[in-house]
């Protein structure tokens, strides 16, 4: 329980840092996720989610209680709407982009259980679900 809270609070520090170094390449985005889901291996319950990103590609997904800090990768789209996109697995949701007003788009990389689901369902006819959630 010690380490844990070494290693929130370090992240935290961390983060403040960060944002504070670095300029903002866009302003945030909110949503409200009406379902828990996973960025990358944490996991995040429904609720209102702040999303911005900083140069290089990092993404900060912060809730009232909890956050996760990713790495991603640029991608490009027509659609000028921001939202997040999910891929649905059975009943977990993993966040697998995030697009921000102008059709500029941030992909994660895939994380662990969405490789074992990936796997397991490929010898199946189980397909992934994409679920869109609009920003406000």
Known sequence: MKELLI????????????LAATSVEAAGLRVNVPFAFSVRDAQMPAGVYTITSIQGGT??????KNGAVVLTDGV???????????????????????WAVGGAGRELPASKLERER???QSGSDAQVEQVVVPAF
Not at 59 to 64: A, C, D, E, M
Not at 80 to 92: A, D, N
């Open 59 to 64: 993404l900060f997904v912060r809730g009232f």
């Open 76 to 98: 490009s789209g027509s659609d000028s709407t921001p939202r997040l996109v999910f891929f649905k697995y059975g009943e977990r949701y993993v966040l697998h982009q995030v």
């Open 7 to 18: 290693k929130v609070a370090g992240a935290a520090i961390v983060m403040t840092v960060s």
């Open 118 to 120: 990936r796997s397991a």
